[in-house]
């Protein structure tokens, strides 16, 4: 499966956006779809994660209440992003794997980023 992400841009504190993450197929039920981010020039980091079959949902403290991860339809999950802050500042990657996991490393295919700015 390729992963392909998009919806970034330059937004001003307090706004909002929306990423979306495509796959080239249908995502299966076994899969964990996640975000994470790498805020310039620090290590990539964990946003939130789906796990397909459940629709079990966890997300980083940072992002807690501002952030939702969803299905949009069976190849494609979104990241909706409330109240941006400039820390929120990023790179986003979308990924999917198996395990349920905070850890960039369980995740085994990925899209490329969509970098999100967000001015003070």
């Known amino acids: 499966v390729q992963l392909q992400a998009s919806g970034g841009g330059l937004v001003q504190t307090g706004g909002s956006l929306r990423l979306s993450c495509a796959a080239s197929?249908?995502?299966?039920?076994?899969?964990?779809m996640g975000w994470f981010r790498q805020p310039p020039g620090k290590e990539r980091e964990f946003v939130a994660f789906?796990?397909?079959?459940?629709?079990?949902t966890n997300y980083a403290d940072s992002v807690k209440g501002r952030v939702t991860i969803s299905k949009a339809n069976a190849d494609t999950v979104y990241l909706q992003m409330n109240s941006l802050k400039p820390e929120d500042t990023a790179e986003y990657y979308c990924?999917?794997?198996?395990?349920?996991?905070?850890?960039?490393?369980?995740?085994?295919?990925w899209g490329q980023g969509t970098l999100v700015t967000v001015s003070s």
């Open positions: 197929r249908r995502i299966y039920s076994s899969a964990v």
């Open positions: 789906l796990r397909w079959s459940t629709g079990r």
């Open positions: 990924a999917s794997g198996v395990q349920a996991s905070t850890t960039p490393r369980d995740y085994t295919t």
